[in-house]
Each structure stands twice: as C-alpha cells, then as structure tokens.
Nanobody
Framework: VQLQASGGGLVQAGGSLRLSCTASGRTFSSNAMGWFRQAPGKEREFVAAIGWSGGHTYYADSVKGRFTISRDNAKNTVYLQMNRLKPEDTAVYYC?????????????????WGQGTLVTVSS
C-alpha cells in the first residue's frame, strides 16, 4: 500500500492541526494504521495507532487526551486530530500501515510508510 500524508504546517502553541494520510494500492480496510513522529535530533517515536475497523485505538502517553486518531475506510484515509499543541510536538509526522488488522506500537511491525509531513509548533 502507498501512503500520502498531508496537513502539516506552522501553528502556535495551544492550536490545532489535522493530519491526513490517504492510502492507495491493496485493501486499506484490513490494515491497522499508525502515526509516528521524529523530532530534530531524536529517534522516531510512536504517536497513535488504530485497528482495522476504527474501534480500537492506542496513544502514546505524551499525546493522550490531546490527539485523536480516526479512519474513514470508504475514503482510504486515516486522520490525526491534534489539539492543544505544544512546542515539543514539533516533528515530522509519518503515517504507516501494517499488513495485520491488530494494533501495535513497534515501528518494525509496520511495512508501509508515507513520506512525512512537518508540524511546527511555535511558543
């Protein structure tokens, strides 16, 4: 599956952004999806994941209560709604897809990756 992420940009602390990731190729609805991020000088880290039906989600502690992952299988798209953004949320955000339906948080379990979209949060 090929993934195209969009929606990044510059926002002030406390603001919101919604990232989108559109998939093409083989069946999207059977894949668990995830969002990861990589800040300058840091390793890529898990942000959120969602199961194939959208009924199960999981979040990193650092974004829990502020970010919401969702998906629209009819549109082959997964979203990341980011509220109450903080400067430490500044990173390149990547969407990723698994070949399995189940949620995991490990990067190596995701086989397809989008190109990344930059989110910059100013203080």
């Amino acid at each position: 599956v090929q993934l195209q992420a969009s929606g990044g940009g510059l926002v002030q602390a406390g603001g919101s952004l919604r990232l989108s990731c559109t998939a093409s190729g083989r069946t999207f609805s059977s894949n668990a999806m995830g969002w990861f991020r990589q800040a300058p000088g840091k390793e890529r880290e898990f942000v959120a994941a969602i199961g194939w039906s959208g009924g199960h989600t999981y979040y990193a502690d650092s974004v829990k209560g502020r970010f919401t992952i969702s998906r629209d299988n009819a549109k082959n798209t997964v979203y990341l709604q980011m509220n109450r953004l903080k400067p430490e949320d500044t990173a390149v955000y990547y969407c990723a897809a698994r070949t399995s339906q189940n949620i995991v948080t490990t990067m190596g379990a995701f086989s397809s990756w989008g190109q990344g979209t930059l989110v910059t949060v100013s203080s």
